[in-house]
């Protein structure tokens, strides 16, 4: 298919397009850095609700030692100074309170009771050891036990209070052993302990005691620090969250640090002090998954929100770029077809040529600027719909005749235009192109045939501006005449000037017309026998305002061209019949007026009826006007065109065959036109006048078109001579400058007419 070519055209989608990518880019930045924020706002929601859980469960934890610590007090002091069965009371009593299994009581001498009862075990040592231990002044003391008593019961926290003598001295020491794990494992801990493991830890990382169940941290490990690491991804952060917590416990103070662990899980451990004791650490690590585990349901539904707003704004953003997509077709379509041929249209074809004859530098390029010729008889005499098709057809067959580089479109009207490849080819497609085109005008029941009118302009290396290129092939169509039997013109400099001159004429034509510039001239026809005027021949000039006088070869075929040949004929018809009127009534006795039709003005469809009304409004008697008609009227319509005579001979005009002579069917028209008066032409005339041999066919034409009954006028007698030789042919009725050349009409009346007596 001819010209297929994409012609590069404005994408405004993709403005739209990029300012939703934009949008949408920002959304899903906020979306994510929303997610992020809630994530980290809820991490800390969460652990900060861990950490306080952590902190009651620590002053729970030491508030339960301090109450043991009180309970050994209590021992201790019933010892100074009451009996062995009040003592043995008290110690009942404190373990009846407290979950302490055995109170152990030990002097100076290593003398060790146990519950009140003495046993063997004790030694000096152990009570030395217990002695010296960091005892405050309103509790016990609580803390790591001394390794005497640790050897003694497996059990690393002590309970110690002294006996004191009353000089303030230590008699013994009354001590019970704390087995922490087991104080995990009571009901308080549950909740602490089924989120993760509790620990009590020194302050140099010794692990005292620990819940079972989630072994994060391995009880027996070296110390809790290394437990930690060892449990820990052991990166940087991890190392760092270490640190803190040694610092925090360092200073003595409840805090929380967060490591992340093999398996990639963030992991909380609390740490407070137990300040009821010594130097020990209520440490709580929380299962491993647990912050992310709470956190997840939120942050899935925030990534769901998040998500369901891209894809609706991705939809959202396909289903405008699709809108903008089809706008963007129905713009392009409107600016760049053809409504009635859906071909493309002059803005396609000028992007079009030029993106062609760059992309195809050493390529030939010639432009064709056609029309049909009278394509307006066609639209009249089949209608619209018909004539709209034979336009389709042109775009059609050229698609299918002519490759991609090449295209055709329709400006106007019939007007068309083509960019085509300048080969040796290009004539024959160009005919074949006319055959397609008229063999679907036949198939459509259109027997006019449709011929075109090229205007060629070969486009030259430096050319540039396309609207230059197609003015010129423009200029050379208009140089083909409408009756001509060409039907190619070839541009060429001259056209320039001559165009300038169709341009002014053209420009003022239609005021000129109003302003009563062309006047009708009339020229005698002369009967030679009788020597007298027999009748005029009325011929136009127009008659500048500065007095200069333009002769119809001037203008007439432009006008024939343009169609305004149609009003200045009917104009100049209607002047002679008014003249005409106007002499009748004043009384002067009128010749026959014999007045040139063009072809055009014969084929507008109310021609007959407009020629009557003019005869009937000026009351012209029959015979009176005479219409001179050219035989190319008849080319490929002649039917129509007998028709038309025929009816206008039933209106009394006489009808007459101009320049007969000058064609190539004269002959034949002679018998099949219906015609009254033939004029032979001047030219043909003079010529014929020559030779002998030429002389004997004008008197035998002269014969035959008397003896069909036809009254023989001839044109260009110029000199006596000539009207001599014509005497000898039986040619009566003569026209030329021998009698008179065209005189303005007032002239003419003066001249030749009279009035009756
Ligand atoms: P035509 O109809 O054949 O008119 C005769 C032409 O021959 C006239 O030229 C006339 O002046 C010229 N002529 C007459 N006698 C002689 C002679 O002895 N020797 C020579 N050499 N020429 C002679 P004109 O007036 O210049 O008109 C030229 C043509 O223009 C006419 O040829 C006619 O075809 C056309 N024409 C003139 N007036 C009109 C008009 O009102 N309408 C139309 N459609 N055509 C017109
Ligand atoms: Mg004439
Ligand atoms: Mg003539």
């Not at 300012?19 to 850095?33: E, F, K, P, W, Y």
């Not at 861990?50 to 309970?71: A, K």
């Not at 494992?185 to 169940?213: M, W």
């Not at 009534?585 to 507008?604: A, T």
Request: hydrophobic fraction near 40%; charge should be negative; glycine fraction near 6%.
């Amino acid at each position: 298919m001819a010209g297929k070519d994409k012609v590069k055209g404005n994408n405004s989608s993709a403005g739209i397009i990029k300012a939703g990518l934009i949008v949408l880019i920002v959304c899903i930045v906020l979306s994510v850095t929303m997610v992020l924020l809630q994530q980290s706002t809820y991490r800390k929601q969460v652990s900060s609700e861990f950490h306080q859980q952590h902190m009651s469960m620590g002053e729970y934890l030491n508030s339960l030692l301090v109450g043991y610590g009180q309970g050994i007090i209590s021992v201790a002091w019933t010892m100074t100074d009451t009996d062995a069965e009040t003592v043995l009371a008290r110690i009942e009593t404190t373990r009846e309170l407290t979950a302490l299994e055995h109170i152990y009581y030990i002097d100076r001498d290593g003398n060790l009771m146990i519950d009140g009862e003495p046993s063997d075990d004790g030694s000096t040592m152990m009570f030395e050891q217990l002695e010296e231990l960091n005892y405050p002044k309103s509790n016990a003391y609580i803390g790591l036990a001394p390794s005497s008593v640790r050897l003694y019961v497996d059990c690393r926290i002590v309970i110690a209070a002294p006996v004191r003598t009353p000089d303030y001295g230590i008699s013994g020491v009354v001590f019970s052993t704390i087995d922490v794990d087991s104080i995990f494992r009571s009901d308080a801990f549950a909740y602490q302990t089924q989120k993760g493991q509790c620990l009590v830890v020194s302050d140099t990382g010794e692990i005292i005691g620990g819940s079972s169940g989630h072994n994060i941290i391995s009880t027996n490990d070296e110390s809790f620090q290394l437990g930690l690491l060892g449990h820990s991804d052991g990166e940087g952060l991890s190392k760092r969250a270490v640190q803190d917590y040694n610092y925090g416990i360092a200073k003595k103070t409840a805090g929380f640090v967060n490591i992340t662990t093999k398996d990639g899980y963030r992991m909380q451990v609390s740490y407070s002090p137990l300040n009821g004791c010594d130097k020990m650490f209520f440490v709580s690590c929380f299962q491993d998954n647990l912050v992310d585990e709470r956190i997840k349901p939120l942050l899935i539904s925030s990534v769901m929100t998040c998500s369901i707003i891209t894809v609706l704004m991705i939809g959202s953003l396909t289903t405008v770029w699709a809108a903008a997509k089809r706008t963007n077709l129905t713009v392009e379509r409107l600016a760049y077809e053809d409504p009635v041929t859906k071909g493309k249209n002059l803005n396609y074809f000028r992007e079009f040529a030029i993106n062609t004859m760059i992309a195809n530098r050493e390529t030939p390029f010639v432009i064709y600027r056609f029309d049909i010729a009278n394509f307006r008889y066609i639209n009249e005499s089949y209608g619209h719909h018909r004539a709209d098709l034979v336009l389709t057809s042109c775009i059609q067959n050229f698609e299918k005749l002519f490759s991609d580089r090449e295209l055709c479109v329709r400006m106007d009207a019939d007007q068309f235009l083509a960019i085509l490849i300048n080969d040796s080819l290009l004539d024959k497609k160009i005919d074949e192109f006319t055959n397609a085109v008229n063999a679907d005008a036949r198939g459509n029941q259109i027997k006019y045939p449709v011929r075109f009118k090229y205007g060629i302009y070969p486009i030259k290396k430096h050319d540039h501006d396309i609207d230059v290129m197609i003015d010129h092939a423009n200029v050379a169509k208009k140089t083909i005449k409408s009756d001509s039997k060409e039907t190619k013109a070839l541009y060429t400099e001259r056209f320039v000037d001559d165009m300038r001159k169709v341009d002014h004429i053209e420009s003022s034509m239609q005021k000129a017309l109003a302003e009563n510039e062309f006047k009708v001239y009339l020229q005698t026809k002369w009967d030679i026998i009788d020597n007298k005027v027999t009748g005029a021949e009325a011929l136009v000039r127009w008659v500048r305002p500065n007095g200069s006088v333009l002769g119809p070869e001037q203008f007439v075929p432009v006008f024939e061209n343009n169609g305004f040949i149609e009003q200045l004929d009917f104009y100049t018809l209607e002047s002679v019949c008014m003249r005409m009127r106007e002499m009748m009534d004043e009384g002067i006795e009128v010749v026959p007026v014999s007045v040139n039709q063009s072809r055009l003005l014969l084929h507008s469809p109310d021609y007959v009826e407009n020629v009557e009304k003019v005869l009937k409004q000026y009351n012209i008697p029959a015979g009176a006007i005479e219409l001179e008609i050219t035989e190319s009227v008849f080319d490929n319509e002649k039917e129509d065109m007998i028709a038309i005579i025929r009816r206008l001979k039933l209106l009394g005009v006489r009808l007459s065959m101009d320049d007969f002579g000058t064609g190539y069917s004269s002959l034949n028209m002679l018998t099949e036109v219906p015609f009254d008066v033939i004029k032979i032409d001047g030219e043909y005339f003079a010529r014929s006048a020559e030779s002998e041999p030429e002389r004997m066919v004008l008197g035998k034409i002269v014969d035959i078109i008397k003896d069909l009954g036809m009254e023989v006028v001839c044109e260009g007698v110029e000199s006596e001579a000539q009207v001599e030789y014509l005497k000898t042919t039986g040619c009566r009725k003569v026209q030329g400058y021998y009698f008179s050349i065209p005189v303005p009409e007032p002239e003419f009346i003066t001249r030749y007419l009279k009035k009756n007596e």
